[in-house]
């Protein structure tokens, strides 16, 4: 059942005082993934009123993980554009592909952006085609 007012529901659980820091922390977290992101002041008023600000970096640095913590910071950056596969041959159950599909096919044929994909490296200029390297 989906959850109508999410903030209603994580208030009592985060002013009571029988829950400890962690578990504060985790319903925060809980909170910022369902939601796609929270504004920055509400993230501060949440950390202040549970005075949990020594620990609010462990919410903070999941935006490293491309989280977007902060709804402003969505991972636009990291968005790959996908491949037509409108003429493909699906399966009635299966019409959904996943991107590390794009992005592997991508690697084989040497066409992944080196901005984007920094460790994927070119080719050698002695590749012959043969296969991937």
């Known amino acids: 059942q989906k959850v109508k007012?999410?903030?209603r529901v994580l208030?009592?659980?985060l002013l009571n005082k029988s829950h400890d820091s962690y578990d504060k922390i985790r319903a925060i977290l809980l909170y910022i993934f369902s939601t796609n992101g929270t504004t920055q002041e509400n993230l501060d008023k949440l950390i202040q009123n549970v005075q949990i600000q020594s620990?609010?970096?462990m919410i903070r640095n999941w935006k490293y993980l491309d989280v977007p913590v902060i709804s402003?910071?969505?991972a636009q950056?990291?968005?790959y554009?996908?491949?037509d596969r409108s003429k493909e041959e699906t399966f009635q159950l299966s019409r959904w592909?996943?991107?590390i599909k794009d992005v592997m096919e991508d690697a084989i044929e040497n066409k992944l952006d080196s901005k984007d994909w920094p460790y994927c490296s070119r080719c050698p200029?002695?590749?012959n085609g043969s296969g991937a390297v």
């Open 97 to 99: 592909t996943p991107v």
């Open 77 to 79: 950056q990291h968005k």
């Open 5 to 7: 007012d999410s903030m």
């Open 11 to 13: 208030l009592p659980v």
């Open 125 to 127: 200029p002695t590749w």
């Open 72 to 74: 402003s910071f969505v």
């Open 81 to 83: 554009t996908r491949r």
């Open 55 to 57: 620990d609010s970096d």
